[in-house]
Nanobody
Framework: VQLVESGGGSVQAGGSLRLSCTAS????????MGWYHQAPGKEREVVAA????????YYADSVKGRFTISIDTAKSTVYLQMNQMKQEDTGVYYC???????WGQGTRVTVSS
């Protein structure tokens, strides 16, 4: 099983990015998925999670109203739309598959002032 993230990059504060995470190597897709953020020098923390049916199950307080998680099970892809970005959103974003416990390799996001 492989989870591959994409969509990271550099953006100015107030801007937007959309991250994608595509799963391959498995025929099942009925696991919840999550996005985690690791800021420089800090521990990895969950920012959003979604059930395989497409129902968001969690948003961190720091991203509520700014980030949206969604899933396309036909494409085995989970997305994180990030709007109104802040400098504190800088870091590496990882996707995670609950149930079978797989991590992606991460995609780096830098938000400048």
């Amino acid at each position: 099983v492989q989870l591959v993230e994409s969509g990271g990059g550099s953006v100015q504060a107030g801007g937007s990015l959309r991250l994608s995470c595509t799963a391959s190597g498995r025929t099942y897709s009925n696991f919840s998925m999550g996005w985690y953020h690791q800021a420089p020098g800090k521990e990895r923390e969950v920012v959003a999670a979604i059930t395989w049916r497409g129902v968001p199950s969690y948003y961190a307080d720091s991203v509520k109203g700014r980030f949206t998680i969604s899933i396309d099970t036909a494409k085995s892809t989970v997305y994180l739309q990030m709007n109104q970005m802040k400098q504190e959103d800088t870091g590496v974003y990882y996707c995670y598959s609950y149930g079978d416990n797989y991590w992606g390799q991460g995609t780096r996001v830098t938000v400048s002032s």
